[in-house]
């Protein structure tokens, strides 16, 4: 009794936590510069403007928006908003009661919405599952996390105020993720010292690949690539990407046949390094069509929203594949190539290290 009691005392003290942090990101207006109104009434109405260009005829909406002022020196202030939106929103944006807008400093035109709370509010969702089914890993996991976007944050500012090469930076990256997020979460073990060597031997395998590729195959032409101006190093933020894109999915990798492979040594201390190596084969071929569909899945869910608008716009599916998505398919191709090389891989490397007769660290 005395443990369950305590086991919900650290749950109960965790979500007050959790609790305290969302109420503040919830107040937090005093944090901006920019003056920030919350919703109070909203009235629609229907204009008398109908977009006759678009593919398709679109009505118009007016919205009167009744507002009180958060922050700054005209805090409490009640003002009134005026926002125009087509049916399809598509490059408009709808407002409702209890939103929170960036306004200018005249207060006379919203500038975008305050969204940080929706963000901190699925945060802490995301951390109290961690801890409560993970227990310490989930921590360790959490924290993981954090280190890995403070690290990334940093490594994006160092370049763009250095002008440090970007790739040497990603290198040097994607190496303390590795080891960080792997060390962190499983220990320091030879499970974690196989899983390190898997993953660094596979994306530099992966990489090599798209190197070769990129030196011997045709031009690519980088200035289709979203959001890119200036006289940026388009190749070098392209294959930046590429390495860190696939990077969780070889860790996986490397971690599942480490603990497998693990597991069977555990088991059988005399097992034969051919059937150890047969038997992480096995494990493989199981974890290899779900890596490559959670790969998939999680490019075609970013291109969702502009394949459905240049879709509206009478563009044709195939001519989205040919023409408009070609680095995101390159990106799924290089991380399956990465997955499919970090099996046999890690098999080896996991084999090699965890096999009987060597002393544990």
């Known amino acids: 009794m005395y443990d369950i009691g305590r086991k919900y005392k650290k749950h109960i003290l965790l979500l007050m936590i959790m609790l305290i942090g969302i109420f503040f990101v919830y107040q937090n ?8 109104a919350k919703v109070k009434k ?15 005829q679109e009505q118009y909406y007016e919205q009167t928006i009744t507002a009180r002022v958060m922050n700054g020196e005209h805090k409490g202030k009640t003002i009134t908003l005026k926002n125009d939106y087509k049916y399809s929103a598509i490059d408009t944006e709808v407002y409702r009661r209890g939103d ?6 005249s207060l006379g035109v919203i500038t975008g919405v305050k969204r940080d709370k929706y963000a901190a509010l699925m945060s802490a969702v995301l951390i109290y599952l961690l801890i409560i089914i993970g227990g310490r890993r989930g921590i360790l996991s959490a924290l993981s996390l954090m280190v890995n976007m403070i690290l990334f944050i ?6 763009e105020n250095s002008g440090i090469d970007l790739m040497k930076l990603c290198f040097i990256l994607a190496a303390i993720y590795t080891i960080c997020t792997l060390t962190l979460i499983n220990g320091l073990n030879r499970k974690t010292i196989a899983a390190i060597c898997s993953t660094f031997l596979a994306a530099a395998a992966t990489i090599g690949i798209f190197s070769l590729a990129i030196k011997y195959g045709e031009p690519a032409d980088y200035a289709s690539l979203d959001y890119m101006v200036g006289d940026q190093n388009l190749e070098e933020i392209f294959m930046a990407s590429i390495l860190l894109a696939g990077l969780g999915a070889i860790m996986d990798v490397g971690v599942s046949m480490a603990a497998a492979i693990g597991e069977l040594v555990e088991k059988d201390r ?6 150890l190596i047969k038997s992480g084969r096995e494990v493989g071929y199981d974890i290899m069509g779900t890596m490559l569909s959670v790969l998939l899945f999680t490019y075609l869910s970013g291109l969702m929203p502009m394949f459905l608008i240049k ?6 599916i195939f001519t989205l594949i040919r023409l408009h998505i070609p680095f995101e398919i390159s990106r799924f191709l290089t991380g399956g190539i990465g997955i499919l090389l970090s099996i046999p891989i890690s098999i080896c490397v996991a084999a090699v290290t965890l096999k009987p007769g060597r002393k544990k660290i």
């Open 154 to 159: 940093a490594v994006i500012n160092l370049h």
């Open 100 to 105: 929170d807008l960036f306004l200018t400093e």
């Open 270 to 275: 005399h097992i034969p390094l051919k059937q």
């Open 29 to 36: 207006y005093f944090l901006y510069q920019s003056p920030i």
């Open 311 to 316: 879709m509206k716009n009478d563009i044709s």
């Open 42 to 56: 909203v009235t629609v109405t229907e204009t008398n403007v109908v977009d006759r260009e678009a593919s398709t």
